[in-house]
């Protein structure tokens, strides 16, 4: 008698529940309930006679025994989805953050669909690691910060270049003079995806040991391109997402912008780079690095 075989649905279950670290989220992913994804997990130790996860008081964690088979798990799922992929692609999704989002992405979309009137394209707001084939997107724009993933194909976009900004009037209100010693005195604008923004301009600009503390820290670079707009302060930020606001007068670089440590990357999904929709859109940001809004 052959022996009893485990259900696509528990390995399933099983796999996200290890991928994420929780139970409670893998249900959210499979939108099912907690309960049904303990069930499923009991179900496979019971059939194999060992214990897969640990159970800690918020997340979970893989036994040895768990590991291994999560591993081989994650990568049948995802031969699975790329091969479906291949034959019946979704819309064609670009992902990138919020902040680049709104302050060169859309300014600049209309471009786009005017000239690719047929291609629907979806935004998706994200700036961390991503599955490509999993999440269902064709080009994600990053910072070379974030790992990229596994067969990805990666295409330099733009080095990162960096500067201080404020308000056209808030030097000159704070009685300041343009000279990086005298920012010590003003009010310094920072954010908490990118704590070592200051320590690098200022390596970059040759005061590589002064010392400048953040007094207002924002969550996203956007909140702290607004108040250093609205005259709360000066603010260190790439170049690409301010080129428009410096360009209408909205902020000032007294300083200029200067070569960043990092660079700007598109990550192509490489189950559609045959896509001639996605083939335009790569074409079309990389023509639009340099082009105002």
């Given at each position: ?45 019971s ?14 964690v ?31 999704t ?32 994200n ?16 910072n ?44 310094i ?5 990118r704590?070592?923004?200051w ?11 002064m ?14 391109i ?31 912008f ?23 859109l ?12």
């Open positions: 008698m052959n022996a009893p075989r485990p259900s696509l649905n528990a390995l399933r279950a099983f796999e996200v529940s290890v991928r994420l670290g929780s139970m409670s989220r893998a249900a959210e992913e499979l939108s099912v309930t907690p309960g049904a994804i303990s069930r499923h997990i009991q179900t496979l130790e059939l194999f006679g060992v214990v897969l996860l640990k159970r800690l008081s918020h997340s979970v893989a036994t040895d025994e768990g590991a291994r088979l999560a591993a081989k798990l994650t990568e049948g799922f995802d031969l699975i989805n790329t091969s479906v992929a291949q034959l019946q692609p979704g819309p064609l670009l992902s990138c953050s919020a902040t680049i989002m709104m302050h060169w992405l859309i300014p600049r979309l209309g471009r786009f669909k005017q000239k690719h009137p047929n291609v629907q394209l979806h935004l998706d707001v700036y961390a690691e991503i599955d490509l084939v999993r999440d269902e997107v064709g080009v994600a724009i990053r070379d910060m974030v790992p990229p993933p596994k067969d990805v194909i990666v295409k330099h976009l733009m080095k990162e270049e960096v500067g201080l900004v404020c308000a056209p009037h808030y030097l000159q209100n704070a009685g300041l003079e343009a000279r990086i010693e005298d920012l010590q005195r003003a009010r604008l920072g954010t908490k995806t704590p070592s923004a320590g690098d301009w200022l390596s970059a600009m040759g005061f590589p040991t010392e400048i503390p953040e007094q207002d820290v924002y969550e996203h670079f956007y909140l702290m607004q108040a250093a707009a609205c005259g709360l302060g000066v603010a260190i930020t790439p170049r690409m997402i301010v080129q428009d606001e410096v360009a209408s007068g909205r902020l000032i670089a007294p300083f200029g200067a070569a960043g440590k990092f660079n700007i990357l598109l990550w192509i999904a490489p189950h559609l780079r045959q896509s001639k929709d996605l083939q335009a790569v074409r079309w940001i990389t023509s639009e690095v340099d082009r105002p809004g």
